[in-house]
C-alpha cells in the first residue's frame, strides 16, 4: 500500500459505525418519542378522568337539589294540609282533607324513596323512620287507635299542636340533612374542599 492511501477497509468500517450511529439514534428518539407519547396519554386520561368525575359530581348535585326541592315542597304541602285538619280538630273528622294528607305523604314516600337511592346512610334512616310517623298523624291527631308498623305497638295519641310540632321539626331535619348533602353551610363546604384537596395531591 502506498503513503497516503487509505485502506478500503477504513472507509467500510467508517461507514458501517455511522450507519449503526444513524440506526442507534433513530431507535433512541424512537424510544424517547413512544415515552413522551405514554406519559402524555396518561396525562390526558388523568385530565379525562377528572372532568368527568366534576362533570358527574355537577349532574349529582343537581340531580338531588331537583329531588330535594320537589320533596320539600311536598313537605310544605304535608305541613299545611295538616293544619288545615288541625283547624278541624274537634270537628267531624273531613275525610277529603285525610285522603289529601294520605296522597301527599304517598307523593313524599316516592320522592323518599329516590332520595334514599341517591344519598348517605343516614339520609335514609331518617326518612325509613320520618315516614311512617308522618303517615300515622292524622290518625294520632284524632284518637284513632293505630299500631306503629315499626314496632307493632300502639301509636298513641297527639294534640294537634304537637303533630304540627312533629311535622315541622321532621321538615327542618330534612333541611338540615339536605344542606349537609349538598354541602351549602360553610363549615361543611371548607371541610370537604379540604378532604378533596388531600384526595388530588
Not at 31 to 48: A, K, Q, S
Not at 140 to 167: C, F, H, Q, W
Request: aromatic share 6%; charged share 30%; glycine share 8%.
Amino acid at each position: 500500500m502506498q503513503s497516503g492511501q487509505v485502506s478500503v477497509w477504513v472507509p467500510i468500517v467508517v461507514g458501517v459505525i455511522g450507519l449503526v450511529g444513524v440506526i442507534a439514534g433513530q431507535l433512541v428518539n424512537a424510544w424517547r418519542e413512544d415515552r413522551r407519547w405514554h406519559r402524555e396519554l396518561e396525562r390526558e386520561d388523568v385530565r379525562w378522568e377528572r372532568e368527568n368525575k366534576r362533570e358527574s359530581a355537577k349532574l349529582d348535585r343537581d340531580t338531588k337539589v331537583l329531588i330535594f326541592g320537589q320533596l320539600l315542597q311536598a313537605l310544605n304541602r304535608a305541613h299545611s294540609l295538616l293544619d288545615r285538619l288541625r283547624d278541624l280538630s274537634g270537628k267531624e273528622p273531613n275525610k277529603n282533607a285525610a285522603s289529601e294528607y294520605l296522597r301527599n305523604i304517598t307523593d313524599i314516600r316516592e320522592k323518599a324513596a329516590e332520595v334514599q337511592l341517591i344519598c348517605s346512610a343516614g339520609m335514609h334512616g331518617f326518612f325509613s323512620q320520618g315516614i311512617s310517623d308522618m303517615w300515622l298523624l292524622p290518625a294520632m291527631m284524632y284518637g284513632v287507635d293505630v299500631n306503629d308498623p315499626r314496632t307493632g305497638e300502639p301509636a298513641g295519641s297527639l294534640t294537634p299542636k304537637e303533630a304540627m310540632e312533629r311535622i315541622g321539626r321532621f321538615r327542618s331535619d330534612f333541611l338540615r340533612l339536605a344542606r349537609d348533602e349538598l354541602v351549602i353551610d360553610g363549615d361543611s363546604a371548607i371541610l370537604r374542599s379540604s378532604e378533596v384537596g388531600r384526595v388530588t395531591r
